[in-house]
């Protein structure tokens, strides 16, 4: 008896490592699409980055910082509609829901790209490093692209 109790907590040692190993990777890679940044006319210091994000997981996968090398910061902004005026709050994270989709948007979340190092034309590619609250990275490349509506800035 004595033996079988020690050879079923060897296996239960042995197993509990590699159970919560395959927890984390039945994780799925959060989906990014339709991603790209409004071109500004030269010397326009900000711009904006949009993004579709899905999340193919049960949990919440959480956006914590963004970077580029065009810009000197990136920050998460929420467009707001406030007493008829629409202004910019930053925002230090952004939570994707568990199967949920989040678009990106002029008149809602966006990325502000701040103090842009160079002007950004119609058609350039913009390499963007995404960072998640879990410690997983992501990079992009966003094409700049023209867009009707006209975003004003009031920061
Ligand atoms: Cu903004």
């Not at 020690?6 to 890679?29: D, H, R, T, V």
């Not at 910019?88 to 989709?101: F, S, Y």
């Not at 034309?121 to 966003?142: E, H, M, Q, R, Y």
């Amino acid at each position: 008896m004595k033996i079988k109790c020690w050879i079923f907590y060897a296996l239960l040692a042995l197993l509990l490592p590699s159970m919560a190993l395959a927890g984390n990777q039945i994780k799925k890679e959060i989906e990014l699409s339709d991603f790209y940044v409004r071109a500004v006319p030269p010397g326009a210091e900000n711009t904006a980055l949009f993004i579709t994000l899905t999340n193919p997981n049960k949990t919440d996968v959480v956006l914590s910082k963004v970077s580029s090398p065009v810009c000197r910061a990136a920050e998460i902004h929420l467009m707001q509609h406030k007493a008829g005026v629409m202004s910019m709050e930053h925002v230090p994270e952004l939570a994707i829901k568990g199967g949920d989709t989040l678009k990106l948007s002029p008149d809602g979340y966006h990325i502000m790209l701040i103090g842009l190092k160079k002007t950004l034309k119609d058609g350039d590619s913009v390499p963007v490093t995404l960072s998640f609250k879990d410690g997983n990275k992501v990079k992009i490349n966003a094409t700049v692209r023209r867009l009707m509506k006209k975003m004003k800035h009031s920061h």
